[in-house]
């Protein structure tokens, strides 16, 4: 019989914590689709020819082909069909900012909503891990005799090192952290993306045979001349963008400024949240976060749930240049953040001991678009007024840690600290020495670290084989 969509305009809904609930608590927000309701979400894919989902999609997952296999109530045959392009589904159904890739080509969002890709795509992740008997096993691959290492495990260097273990390669990954996981594990908070997910794909790589060594910064333990003298014959550096901008304000030192960097990992993983450790984090009544990215409404709505009574995201631009995920910021509303938009701070004012005790600012007006297409802001003279808070978050944007370039000068780096790269094979200007995702690109998204983690495998591999020698 022909295949009938269904019409229904909206996306079928999905299930969350009530916000006043869920604004004191680091629980799932989320709570995902139920088998029926993920069945009848797909049945509103036209099955369109022409596929503008996918080229939508930075790592060309095959969307209409997994939204048939769960119509036909096949999941473990739709997470098969992910898995083949995507190695974290469960991570990037949760965090990729679907509204911007695929899901803004969906035809169906012509008229109507957009088909709910990335709930689909979490939907059937999330059945394969609760269905461990029915979903496919992890074998180990033969080994090829090829050594490589990885620094960094964060999405680039997971990705890298599972396509390489999947070819045999024999793999290791430095990590700084006691943990391995990247921004998955110490920056985006649990209420988004829980830790036992992102774990379950971190064992899924050690069950493919990659070995991770935790507590490695490479640039001081070790160089990465030693690591090639020690019989590796590949690097791939996807170490992040770490290392926080702050405003250049007077009062920035004050006791109680953080940087989100700082105030998010000590949330996640040193576990502020959880009574039973004693992290030291600052519990603030009031809370001003400055900026307006993904970062800026996790240390709001972290802070909310450690306690705060009142917290303010205070952002430069207007609402339509807020550049966060849509529902992040719809979230964070109906959790009670309260917006204070066009607006900059000027000064962190503080008590005689030293302590955050306000924050000073200016209000600001957009000017026409500049080259750029970006209306840039001005301050309104006359403005300045006064906010009483006990602590200051920045989450103006990271750059990434000069520690590997400056302990490797063989790899070049641009002026931004950025990693430069050959764009087609990703090889950065040392031979053998490969990299990715934010250290390459600067603060950018998971999905786009993903995608530069699987090319630089596929280079490492072409290199290794001798069918390519850059
Ligand atoms: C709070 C927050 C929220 C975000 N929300 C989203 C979102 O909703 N959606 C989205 O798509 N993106 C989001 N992002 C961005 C996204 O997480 C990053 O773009 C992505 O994690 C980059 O991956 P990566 O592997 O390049 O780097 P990272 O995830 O930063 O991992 C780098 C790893 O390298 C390690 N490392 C660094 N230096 C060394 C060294 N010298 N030796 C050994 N190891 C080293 C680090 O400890 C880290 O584990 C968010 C970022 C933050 C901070
Ligand atoms: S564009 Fe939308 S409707 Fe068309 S195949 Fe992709 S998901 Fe289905």
Avoid: W
């Avoid at 992040?240 to 000590?266: C, D, K």
């Avoid at 631009?317 to 900059?344: C, D, Q, W, Y």
């Amino acid at each position: 019989m022909a295949y009938k969509p269904n019409m229904q305009k909206t996306k079928t809904p999905v299930t969350e914590q009530e916000p006043a609930v869920r604004a004191r608590n680091f629980k799932e927000v989320c709570l995902g689709y139920t088998e029926a309701e993920a069945m009848n979400e797909a049945t509103r894919c036209l099955n369109c020819s022409t596929r503008p989902c996918v080229s939508g999609c930075p790592v060309s997952v095959r969307i209409p082909d997994f939204l048939a296999k769960i119509r036909e109530g096949d999941f473990i045959g739709a997470y098969a069909i992910i898995r083949g392009t995507n190695s974290l589904p469960a991570v990037s159904g949760r965090v990729c900012p679907q509204e911007r890739q695929c899901e803004s080509k969906c035809v169906r969002g012509k008229k109507d909503e957009p088909v709910a890709i990335g709930r689909l795509e979490r939907f059937c992740a999330d059945y394969a891990m609760n269905h461990p008997d029915e979903a496919p096993k992890t074998e180990k691959p033969a080994s090829n005799g090829h050594k490589v290492a990885v620094i960094g495990a964060g999405p680039a260097g997971l990705t890298c090192a599972g396509d390489l273990a999947k070819l045999g390669y024999e793999v290791t990954i430095f990590e700084a952290f006691h943990t391995a996981g990247g921004v998955l594990m110490y920056g985006i908070p649990e209420f988004r993306l829980p830790k036992a997910i992102v774990q379950h794909e971190i064992d899924g790589l050690k069950a493919l045979g990659v070995n991770i060594m935790t507590n490695m910064v490479i640039g001081r333990v070790l160089s990465i001349d030693e690591i090639m003298s020690d019989g590796y014959e590949a690097v791939f550096v996807g170490s992040g963008a770490g290392l926080p901008r702050f405003m250049g304000i007077e009062g920035e030192g004050l006791v109680g400024v953080y940087s989100a960097n700082e105030f998010l990992t000590r949330t996640n993983l040193m576990k502020a949240y959880l009574d039973e450790y004693d992290t030291p984090i600052k519990h603030g009544k009031v809370v001003a976060v400055v900026g307006g990215g993904n970062v800026a409404m996790d240390s709001a709505r972290s802070a909310m749930r450690l306690g705060a009574e009142k917290v303010y995201i205070i952002y430069r631009r207007s609402m339509e240049e807020l550049p966060a995920r849509k529902e992040e910021v719809h979230h964070a509303i109906e959790e009670g953040i309260e917006f204070m938009l066009l607006t900059n701070p000027v000064k962190v004012t503080g008590s005689e001991d030293g302590r955050v005790t306000g924050i000073k600012c200016v209000k600001m007006q957009l000017g026409e678009p500049d080259a750029s297409g970006r209306r840039s802001p001005s301050v309104i003279e006359g403005s300045e007024f006064d906010l009483d808070v006990d602590t200051v978050i920045m989450a103006l944007g990271t750059s990434p840690n000069p520690l590997i370039h400056r302990t490797a000068p063989d790899i070049e780096a641009d002026r931004r600290g950025c990693l430069i790269v050959n764009e087609e094979t990703n090889r950065t200007t040392k031979v053998g020495v490969y990299a990715g995702g934010d250290a390459v690109t600067g603060a950018a998204t998971v999905i786009l670290a993903m995608g530069a983690g699987k090319k630089a495998a596929a280079s490492i591999d072409d290199y290794l084989s001798g069918k390519n020698a850059d």
